[in-house]
């Protein structure tokens, strides 16, 4: 298949992982973040780790957008989807992460909520399309990736006259992230996490572009290499990583040059702009809130935002107790330290948001790495 299967060739992927390890200078070592969780997956499922030498660390970041959301507002959406006459449409995953209680909205609709799986934001202005006489409710998430088509949802339901259609927005910002995760205290203060640079996410910039990244390479002093998710991609953004840090660079590169520019697609960005506008601060699950972190319904759309329509409980929720889920999504620590992992917490009965989606940290590590985690402990 163009495009990917010679991103996956096995002798490129040893020589790259072989330039890694020459140039990955004895008596220093490299943390490297990837800020995405299709990177999480990528990373897991080529299993990169066992590729790279054991001064090259790779560490989970943010990335994942059911991961990243808090208890409340899955709780939030559960109130909505109970509501007299809703109907609560949204991507498969969310369905399955844990609420207040360990209640799901998978297990809310077993309940008897009417709530829907859609597979695009036009299959949700299709079923209020269909059901004029009931409110449907698109519980949006996502970082910029998933934006745009929230954006043109509600245009297209504005321009369609639909008034029993909203949309409940949780759309994050991932420089926002990036930005919290380096004035943390872990890792300006405490030092308990090292970072020397970032593989920045693939589809995120393509929508945002590269540019939004030079910020923090300049200020934080910290690379970044915008990278696909193909394992030639990821192999060779860890050898760019690790030529900067050896060259005492921090600059943005970008490896994915086949889908993302500097400047990113600008019309996706106006359309975002139209109808979306920052929130004073966000929630999120791992961060706590992070200030112009998360985007809100403007004023002129006021009347497709379900925030306005319903009365949501809105309260800040802690995560399950043991769930190590909010020190994964910050880096500090991996999947295989949570007591729970693997054992009451496993994909078909997930106990946090990180062993739901396929980006969690959690979820990949129990698909691809568990077995490898158990051989070196045996080994060790
Ligand atoms: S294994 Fe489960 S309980 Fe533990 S951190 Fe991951 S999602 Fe949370």
Same mark, same amino acid.
């Given at each position: 298949?163009? *495009?990917?299967?010679?991103?996956?060739?096995?002798?490129? /992927?040893?020589?790259?992982?072989?330039?890694?390890?020459?140039?990955?200078?004895?008596?220093?070592? *490299?943390?490297?973040?990837?800020?995405?969780?299709?990177?999480?997956? +990528?990373?897991?499922?080529?299993?990169?780790?066992?590729?790279?030498?054991?001064? %090259?660390?790779?560490?989970?970041?943010?990335?994942?957008?059911?991961?990243?959301?808090?208890?409340?507002?899955?709780?939030?959406?559960?109130?909505?989807?109970? !509501?007299?006459?809703?109907?609560?449409?949204?991507?498969?995953?969310?369905?399955?992460?844990?609420?207040?209680?360990?209640?799901?909205?998978?297990? $809310?609709?077993?309940?008897? $909520?009417?709530?829907?799986?859609?597979?695009?934001?036009?299959?949700?202005?299709?079923?209020?399309?269909?059901?004029?006489?009931?409110?449907?409710?698109?519980?949006?998430?996502?970082?910029?990736?998933?934006?745009?088509?929230?954006?043109?949802?509600?245009? /297209? $339901?504005?321009?369609?006259?639909?008034?029993?259609?909203?949309?409940?927005?949780?759309?994050?910002?991932?420089?926002?992230?990036?930005?919290?995760?380096?004035?943390?205290?872990? %890792?300006?203060?405490?030092?308990?996490?090292?970072?020397?640079?970032?593989? =920045?996410?693939?589809?995120?910039?393509?929508?945002?572009?590269?540019?939004?990244?030079?910020?923090?390479?300049?200020?934080?002093?910290?690379?970044?290499?915008?990278?696909?998710?193909?394992?030639?991609?990821?192999?060779?953004?860890?050898?760019?990583?690790?030529?900067?840090?050896?060259? =005492?660079?921090?600059?943005?590169?970008?490896?994915?040059?086949? /889908?993302?520019?500097?400047?990113?697609?600008?019309?996706?960005?106006?359309?975002?702009?139209?109808?979306?506008?920052?929130?004073?601060?966000?929630?999120?699950?791992?961060?706590?809130?992070?200030?112009?972190?998360?985007?809100?319904?403007?004023?002129?759309?006021?009347?497709?935002?379900?925030?306005?329509?319903? +009365?949501?409980?809105?309260?800040?929720?802690?995560?399950?107790?043991?769930?190590?889920?909010? +020190?994964?999504?910050?880096?500090?620590?991996?999947?295989?330290?949570?007591?729970?992992?693997?054992?009451?917490?496993?994909?078909?009965?997930?106990?946090?948001?990180?062993?739901?989606?396929?980006?969690?940290?959690?979820?990949?590590?129990?698909?691809?790495?568990?077995?490898?985690?158990? !051989?070196? /402990?045996?080994?060790?």
């Amino acid at each position: 298949m163009k *495009y990917v299967d010679e991103f996956r060739d096995a002798g490129l /992927a040893r020589g790259l992982a072989a330039a890694i390890g020459r140039e990955a200078a004895a008596g220093r070592s *490299y943390h490297l973040m990837e800020f995405c969780g299709g990177h999480t997956h +990528a990373i897991s499922r080529y299993g990169i780790p066992d590729l790279l030498p054991a001064n %090259v660390r790779m560490i989970h970041g943010p990335g994942c957008p059911v991961c990243v959301l808090p208890v409340g507002r899955i709780d939030d959406a559960i109130a909505i989807a109970r !509501q007299p006459g809703v109907i609560l449409c949204t991507y498969g995953d969310v369905l399955r992460v844990p609420g207040s209680g360990r209640v799901s909205l998978l297990k $809310a609709k077993a309940g008897g $909520a009417d709530v829907r799986m859609v597979l695009s934001t036009m299959d949700a202005l299709r079923i209020a399309e269909e059901n004029p006489d009931r409110e449907v409710v698109f519980f949006a998430i996502g970082f910029e990736t998933t934006t745009p088509p929230t954006a043109l949802a509600i245009q /297209a $339901a504005q321009a369609r006259g639909l008034s029993n259609f909203t949309v409940f927005c949780n759309h994050v910002l991932t420089p926002s992230a990036i930005q919290n995760i380096l004035e943390s205290p872990e %890792v300006r203060e405490l030092g308990t996490l090292p970072l020397d640079g970032f593989i =920045g996410p693939a589809h995120v910039s393509v929508v945002i572009g590269s540019r939004p990244y030079e910020y923090f390479a300049e200020e934080y002093r910290k690379p970044v290499v915008v990278a696909g998710f193909e394992p030639l991609d990821v192999l060779q953004a860890i050898l760019m990583l690790v030529r900067q840090v050896n060259e =005492g660079r921090a600059g943005v590169e970008n490896q994915f040059t086949r /889908a993302v520019t500097r400047d990113g697609n600008r019309k996706a960005q106006r359309l975002v702009a139209e109808v979306f506008e920052m929130r004073r601060s966000f929630e999120w699950r791992g961060l706590g809130i992070v200030p112009y972190s998360g985007l809100r319904i403007k004023e002129a759309y006021g009347a497709f935002d379900a925030e306005r329509r319903f +009365a949501v409980p809105g309260r800040s929720v802690p995560d399950h107790k043991g769930c190590e889920c909010g +020190a994964i999504l910050r880096g500090v620590k991996r999947p295989s330290d949570c007591k729970l992992f693997g054992t009451v917490c496993t994909p078909e009965n997930p106990m946090g948001s990180c062993m739901v989606s396929a980006e969690g940290g959690c979820a990949a590590h129990y698909t691809y790495g568990r077995f490898r985690d158990h !051989q070196n /402990a045996g080994a060790a």
